[in-house]
């Protein structure tokens, strides 16, 4: 009899243990953790736009009414620059360089005196000459040496051709030069005097030291770029208050 006893509670703790194992229910849909990357490990020597070419739509806000700016002006840049990615993510980095840039404002039936010869004013003019005699083109240029920094993003480091890019950033400038261009020399009617063509150059109405901040946004070599210059483009009191802006496209590499 006491064996039957212990055969039964043997059979009937075996039921048991069986039957807790057949209805133990396995969560299948846990997802590991994610395993974050040793970026200490990954070879980051690759090209991250060492070189940048801009070029750009160049306008200039807080300008009068009075200054008629052609809707095409236009600018060009060139940098080249050094790209340090951060050790502990380099999704982010920052970069400092070098480069020139070039602006070319045009305007319509306006002349500018930047040398001061006809200039009876020691401010600079903007004169309407649309009645009068005049060029038929007429634009401002103007070229900076520049020392530009970035602090960039990238959504795939390690491979920034087929990367989603951003920047932010800031340059600092010093005037190179400035100039105005006139070509072909028309009556106050719109007829055609001469293809006559005279330049002038003088830096005396200009700050020639910029400040600008930046940015850019794209996918791989080309993006879209912005640039607004936050002090004036002129001296105070010797012109009107304006920034100068661009609007453009970027192509990078190296």
Not at 73 to 89: A, E, H
Not at 199 to 219: H, I, L, W
């Amino acid at each position: 009899m006491k064996k039957i006893s212990i055969l039964f509670l043997f059979v009937v703790s075996a039921a048991i243990t069986f039957g807790q194992d057949s209805t133990k229910v396995v969560d299948t849909t846990a997802k590991p953790k994610p395993v974050k990357k040793d970026w200490s490990k990954v070879n980051m020597n690759r090209s991250n736009d060492h070189f940048l070419v801009q070029v750009g739509i160049d306008n200039w806000a807080n300008s009068p009414d009075t200054i008629d700016i052609k809707t095409l002006s236009r600018s060009f840049g060139m940098y080249l620059m050094m790209d340090f990615p951060f050790k502990t993510n380099p999704h982010f980095s920052v970069a400092l360089g070098l480069g020139v840039s070039t602006s070319s404002i045009y305007f319509n039936d306006t002349y500018l005196d930047i040398s001061g010869k006809t200039n009876n004013s020691s401010t600079l003019k903007f004169q309407n000459v649309q009645d009068t005699t005049h060029f038929k083109k007429f634009k401002l240029q103007t070229s900076y040496i520049e020392i530009p920094i970035e602090f960039r993003y990238g959504s795939n480091p390690e491979n920034p051709n087929k990367s989603w890019k951003g920047a932010v950033g800031a340059k600092i400038g010093t005037m190179l030069s400035a100039g105005t261009k006139g070509k072909n020399l028309l009556n106050g009617s719109g007829g055609t005097i001469n293809s006559f063509t005279q330049k002038e150059k003088s830096k005396r109405y200009f700050n020639k030291t910029r400040f600008a901040v930046t940015g850019r946004f794209g996918y791989g070599s080309v993006s879209l770029f912005t640039v607004y210059q936050v002090n004036a483009y002129f001296k105070e009191g010797l012109g009107p208050d304006v920034r100068p802006f661009t609007i453009g496209i970027t192509i990078s590499g190296l």
